[in-house]
């Protein structure tokens, strides 16, 4: 939509990208953000979060002229998914959010995923890598595979 195409017109020129799912609820709903929030919760923090534990706002609101707005003003919405431990539990959000053009998630674009972890040595860090592709699908199925098989022997 921030090159102008109406929400209508967005899903399908996203699908005939690439960037989209066959049914775009799933990211325009926060579907997608909120499983990869559920997966780094649970394997990477070891979390027991469910899917009905994260409060997930979706995009579907947002409209163009909003869209025009926040970028004169030099912001870029972003759906994102945040997590953090608190009191020895896990919280966790799905939310479009305005970032200004300076924040590194303003610029992933397209099928291109990042993650910024915050540490008490390295203070921020961000990852950026492919976020969709038939290599990475398969890939990301492939080890999963591979770690049932290790757990299970």
Avoid at 69 to 93: C, F, M, V, Y
Wanted: glycine share 8%; aromatic share 4%.
């Amino acid at each position: 939509m921030e090159a102008g195409f109406s929400y209508q017109e967005a899903p399908k020129n996203a699908q005939q990208l690439g960037y989209a799912e066959a049914d775009p609820r799933s990211d325009v709903e926060g579907c997608d953000t909120l499983a990869k929030v559920l997966i780094l919760s649970n394997v990477i923090m070891e979390g027991r979060l469910k899917r009905e534990d994260v409060a997930c706002q979706d995009i579907t609101d947002i409209t163009l002229p909003e869209i025009e707005k926040t970028k004169t003003g030099g912001k870029r919405w972003k759906l994102i998914g945040e997590l953090s431990p608190k009191q020895g539990r896990i919280s966790a959000q799905v939310h479009p959010v305005k970032l200004p053009l300076a924040d590194p998630l303003a610029h992933v674009m397209g099928v291109t995923n990042a993650i910024i972890i915050d540490t008490n040595l390295l203070r921020s860090a961000t990852i950026v890598g492919a976020g969709a592709g038939k290599k990475e699908t398969g890939y990301a199925i492939f080890s999963n595979l591979l770690e049932i098989d290790r757990s299970s022997s």
